[in-house]
Antibody, heavy 125, light 111 residues
Framework: EVQLVESGGGLVQPGGSLRLSCAASGFNVSNYKMNWVRQGPGKGLEWISHIGSSIRTMYYADSVKGRFTISRDDAKNSLYLQMDSLRAEDTAVYYC??????????????????WGQGTLVTVSS | SFVLTQPPSVSVSPGQTAMLTCGGG???????VHWYQQKPGQAPVLVVF???DRPSGIPERFSGSISGNTATLIISRVEAEDEADYYC?????????????FGGGTKLTVL
């Protein structure tokens, strides 16, 4: 069974740092594209960052570029999000997700088949 | 970058058909549009991928279509348990740095 479990959330002051972890089970993160998505209180879903599988391509939303870093530890089968220079507007539940390809012949397209339960990050003084 | 526009709310009576739209220049038949359902306090769940395909475990009542620049999630014979927020999603490779885009979400209320 595929499972994603996030951890590392908590209360942090503006300007501070936090590192989120996402432990995967039931599959190897090294073989999949992975993402972080967040949801502010009462708001919609916001994609934050993506990391590819074999070539480890990384993409970031403009709102976090230069402040957040996505990474992966294949040996620990885990995904990470290092968050620096945190702001009040970064307050949200953070989810990690797995991507899988659609059915052939449209398998060049991917979608999120699995989500973790989320971890809450609160940025406040 | 792409913007996906969803109506904030849609209301429907049980047994009727709900049609939730997702519009924008990014939407057209050659790309893949995905839909997620999110109930209060829970993580999102995929209900339709690649316009109209369903993952295992999702009822046949859920389907999708694309016409012009608008994707539509169609929920037939709506049930009380379908009350939730629904988000559409596409991959935006048009900008210098690619990324995923979500619509603002539609709250489906079952009357």
């Amino acid at each position: 069974e595929v499972q994603l479990v996030e951890s590392g959330g908590g209360l942090v002051q503006p300007g501070g740092s936090l590192r989120l972890s996402c432990a995967a089970s039931g599959f190897n993160v090294s073989n999949y594209k992975m993402n972080w998505v967040r949801q502010g209180p009462g708001k919609g879903l916001e994609w934050i960052s993506h990391i590819g599988s074999s070539i480890r391509t990384m993409y970031y939303a403009d709102s976090v570029k230069g402040r957040f870093t996505i990474s992966r530890d294949d040996a620990k089968n885990s995904l990470y999000l290092q968050m620096d220079s945190l702001r009040a507007e970064d307050t949200a539940v953070y989810y990690c997700t797995r991507e899988i390809p659609a059915r052939p012949p449209r398998d060049a397209f991917y979608y999120f088949d699995s989500w973790g339960q989320g971890t809450l990050v609160t940025v406040s003084s | 970058s792409f913007v996906l526009t969803q109506p904030p709310s849609v209301s429907v009576s049980p047994g009727q058909t709900a049609m939730l739209t997702c519009g924008g220049g990014a939407v057209h038949p050659k790309i893949a549009v995905h839909w997620y359902q999110q109930k209060p306090g829970q993580a999102p769940v995929l209900v339709v991928f690649d316009e109209s395909d369903r993952p295992s475990g999702i009822p046949e009542r859920f389907s999708g279509s694309i016409s012009g620049n608008t994707a539509t999630l169609i929920i037939s014979r709506v049930e009380a348990e379908d009350e939730a927020d629904y988000y559409c999603q596409v991959w935006d490779s048009s900008r210098d740095s690619a990324g995923w885009v979500f619509g603002g979400g539609t709250k489906l209320t079952v009357l």
